[in-house]
């Protein structure tokens, strides 16, 4: 096949050229009411490639991009004083084009100290945030659905941070639930000006 950014050979849909040079994460954290929200790229410098969930080429896209962020945070990342694992909970990860990104996402943090869980965070609302300015999302607020697991720390996953009213959401549906929050992973965050932050 041949890269879909430079057209060049490649066994991946971007090749390992392209891939480092412009799907090269850098760890960013926002704190969003009393939870920190970790992120690896900057949204506007990538969002062709996120704008993909919408196509069918974004199953393929999303797994380059787990791989290349979320499995690599996962492999780092380590609480040794944990007699359990954290469960990751991707939010809202029913299918809605034949297969869901953040759920893509979400399998990439399996670890032994992370529990990646499946149809755990459903919202009930029928609401579409995409392209929706915040005055819109605050009077249309997620109606969350939680559904049990054992652990009673949580990563929280989604694919972009906008204004934070999602993550927020959702949140304070786990608390209500006796969860806790550890932090939220994303893959990017629309409010990042800059590209400086922590390689991964």
Known sequence: MRCIVCESFSF?????????????PKLHKRELRGSDVYTFYN???SKDFLLTKHSDLGFYIYHI????????????FSLQSLDTKV????????????????AI???????????????????????????????????HPRRFEMQSFKETQV?????????????????????????????????????IKNTKGKDV
């Open 12 to 24: 991946s849909h971007i090749c390992s050229s392209c891939q480092n040079k412009f799907l090269s």
């Open 43 to 45: 949204y506007e410098e």
């Open 65 to 76: 991009l787990a791989k290349n962020t979320f499995e690599v945070f996962a492999k780092e």
């Open 87 to 102: 469960a990751s909970i991707a939010i809202d990860d029913m299918p809605k084009t034949g297969y869901s990104h953040t």
């Open 105 to 139: 996402l979400n399998k990439a943090l399996k670890s032994n100290f992370i529990k990646p869980y499946v149809g755990k965070l459903h919202d009930k609302s029928g609401v579409n945030y995409s392209g929706k300015t915040r005055a819109y999302r605050e009077l």
């Open 155 to 191: 990563i929280l996953v989604d694919d972009i941070i906008t204004t934070g009213i999602t993550f927020e959401a959702a949140i304070k549906t786990m608390q209500e639930h006796n969860k806790e929050v550890l932090f939220c992973l994303a893959l990017a965050d629309a409010a």
